[in-house]
C-alpha cells in the first residue's frame, strides 16, 4: 500500500494576506476551528468595531455567548495579545480565541494565566497548511492552549495562596509592633508571608518561633544545628527535657515535648489560641496573648539554653 508523505507548505502561499484571504477564510470556515477547540461556534463576522479598533472575526457559540477571533499570519507577539484583551473586555465576550502561525513560549504563557486568572475562555491555535503529495493544500490548525477545568482550580489556589501571603505578613506586621513595645526578642526581624517568623535563642541552631495558620496561634523553641545534626539536636533536646518540670512551672503551663525521633529536628511547643491569621477581627487579642507566652516561654527556657552542653 503506497501512503503519503505530508510535507508542510508557507502559509503566505496559501493566504497571501492576512486581512484579506486568511481572515476571510477563518470567517467562512469557522467551523474547522469549532473541531479543533471542541466548541460550535456560528455566525462570524470580519472587523467588527471594538471602540477605536476593529475585531478581526466576531462569532457566537452554541449558547449566544459573543467570542472575538483575532488571527496572525506570523510569530505570536505583544500587540495581538493587548488586542485580544481589549477586545474581550470592551466587547464583554465570552471567549477569545487566537489563532496564530508561531506561538512563542510566553505567550502561550500569558494565556494559560489569562485561563487560570480570569472567567473568560482563552485559546491559543496554532495554524499551518500541509499536502500530500500533490493534493491541494489544507489548513491544519492545532490547540496548543484552552480553557479546563484544572486551569481554573489552579488560579483559585493560586489567588488564595497569595491572598494568604498577603494577610499571614499584614498578621506579623503587626503582631511585631506590638511586641516592640514589650519585648526587644524579635525587634531585629521583618515581617514575612509565611507561617512563622523567629528569632535565634542564643545558640546556633535553636529558634523561639511566632507560628499563625488559619486558626491556631502557636510559639515553639525550634532545634536544628543543621545538616548531619541529628544526633546533636536530639542531644539538647534531652537536656531541656530532663528539666521539664522546672520549665513547664517558670512557664506556668504544660509544653509540648516532640523528640521527633524520625525527624533531624526537634521541638518545644505550646498553642496558644484557637484563632488565627482568618479570624482577622481577632487580631489584636491574638497577638497579645502569643507575645505574653512567648515572653514567658524564652524566661522558662533561658537558664536552660545557657547551661546546655554541646
Known amino acids: 500500500m503506497d501512503i503519503g508523505k505530508i510535507e508542510r507548505v508557507a ?23 469549532g473541531d479543533t477547540i471542541a466548541l460550535e461556534l456560528t455566525g462570524g463576522e470580519s472587523e467588527q468595531a471594538a471602540g477605536d479598533f476593529s475585531v ?65 475562555d482563552f485559546y491559543l491555535v496554532k495554524v499551518e497548511a500541509i499536502r500530500i503529495g500533490a493534493s491541494l493544500p489544507a489548513p491544519l490548525l492545532t ?46 526581624i521583618s515581617p514575612a508571608t509565611q507561617g512563622w517568623i523567629g528569632t535565634g535563642a542564643g545558640i546556633g541552631g535553636l529558634s523561639l518561633n511566632y507560628v499563625i495558620k488559619q486558626h491556631v496561634g502557636r510559639i515553639e523553641l525550634y532545634i536544628d544545628r543543621g545538616k548531619d545534626s541529628d544526633e546533636e539536636n536530639k542531644h539538647i533536646f534531652d537536656q531541656l527535657h530532663a528539666n521539664r518540670e522546672e520549665i513547664e512551672e517558670a512557664f506556668g503551663d504544660s509544653l509540648g515535648w516532640q523528640r521527633l525521633d524520625n525527624a533531624r529536628a526537634s521541638c518545644i511547643r505550646k498553642d496558644i489560641t484557637d484563632h488565627g491569621y482568618r479570624d482577622e477581627e481577632d487580631w489584636p487579642a491574638v497577638q497579645d496573648a502569643m ?20
Open 291 to 310: 507575645i505574653e507566652a512567648m515572653i514567658r516561654f524564652e524566661a522558662a527556657l533561658r537558664p536552660h539554653i545557657d547551661a546546655l552542653e554541646l
Open 56 to 120: 478581526d472575526i466576531l462569532a457566537e457559540d452554541a449558547d449566544a455567548n459573543t467570542v472575538i477571533i483575532e488571527d496572525q499570519l506570523a510569530r505570536s507577539d505583544h500587540d495581538h495579545l493587548g488586542k485580544l484583551i481589549t477586545y474581550l473586555s470592551v466587547i464583554e465576550a465570552r471567549s477569545a480565541m487566537w489563532v496564530v502561525s508561531q506561538p512563542r513560549p510566553e505567550h502561550v504563557s500569558a494565556v494559560t494565566w489569562l485561563n487560570e486568572s480570569t472567567s473568560a
Open 143 to 188: 490547540l496548543i492552549v484552552g480553557p479546563s477545568e484544572e486551569a481554573r482550580q489552579a488560579g483559585t489556589a493560586k489567588r488564595e495562596l497569595a491572598e494568604r501571603y498577603h494577610i499571614r505578613k499584614d498578621f506579623w506586621s503587626q503582631l511585631l509592633e506590638r511586641a516592640k513595645q514589650r519585648t526587644n526578642l524579635h525587634a531585629n
Open 11 to 33: 502559509l503566505r502561499e496559501v493566504w497571501p494576506h492576512e486581512a484579506h484571504d486568511f481572515t476571510t477564510w477563518l470567517r467562512d470556515n469557522l467551523d474547522i476551528l
